[in-house]
């Protein structure tokens, strides 16, 4: 899961398991929640969001899954591909203004072996 | 073909020279961001505009300026002010009221020495 701390957590896995991926938020006033997925030395590109009042949403292959209680997030990659070798980060938003700025945590390097 | 564009991708200055990294959108988004990125962090906000001619200091904006003369452009300065400059910076935009999905640019990778 990802951490404050400057290491990256990472995560390893055989091609074709299921992957989880954690994050802890910060503000329990956050409103919506952001996934995204880095390859090196590109921009971060959008997998799924989901807002407060959900608890789960699921997108093709993967699913996120909110914790309001213990302020945890959590993305789930199912049947992993090469492909999916990537940083993950989670972004949450605290509402209040028509475009909010997005508060990142520090990212999970994710290995999938073929 | 719609999308965010920043030039260029690598970028190398001395030290004491200002820079301008550049970003364009064609996406008609009014809300635009730079963000900075070291080895092994997360994404730190620079400034941030929700609209033309306007924009706001995020959480790191000390040696940096902006300008947003045009919906679709809004160009980071990095001062010789700022200590720290060698980063990868990225350039974001925001959808319309509501949604809260911000688009990426590629980045540019700015080394000062």
């Known amino acids: 899961g990802e951490s404050v701390g400057l290491h990256l957590p990472t995560l390893s896995v055989q091609e074709g398991d299921n992957s989880i991926i954690n994050c802890a938020y910060s503000n329990s006033a956050s409103d919506y929640f952001i996934w995204y997925k880095q390859e090196s030395g590109k921009g971060p590109q959008f997998i799924i969001d989901?807002?407060?009042?959900?608890d789960k949403r699921q997108g093709q292959r993967v699913t996120v899954l909110l914790n309001k209680t213990v302020k945890h997030l959590s993305l789930q990659i199912a049947a992993t591909q090469p492909g999916d070798s990537a940083v993950y980060f989670c972004a949450e938003i605290y509402g209040g203004t028509s475009y909010g700025k997005l508060t990142f945590g520090q990212g999970t390097i994710l290995t999938v072996h073929p | 073909d719609g999308g965010i564009t920043q030039s260029p991708k690598y970028l190398f200055r001395k030290e004491g020279q200002n820079v301008t990294l550049s970003c364009e959108q064609n996406l008609n988004h009014d809300a635009m961001y730079w963000y900075r990125q070291d080895p092994g962090q997360g994404l730190r906000l620079i400034y941030y505009?929700?609209?033309?001619?306007?924009?706001q200091k995020g959480d790191i904006a000390e040696g940096y300026s902006v300008s947003r003369e045009k919906k679709e452009s809004f160009p980071l300065t990095v001062t010789s002010a700022q200590k720290n400059p060698t980063a990868f910076y990225l350039c974001a935009s925001g959808a319309r009221r509501g949604s809260y999905e911000q688009y990426f640019g590629p980045g540019t990778r700015l080394t000062v020495t």
């Open positions: 989901i807002r407060s009042n959900m």
């Open positions: 505009s929700q609209i033309v001619n306007d924009f």
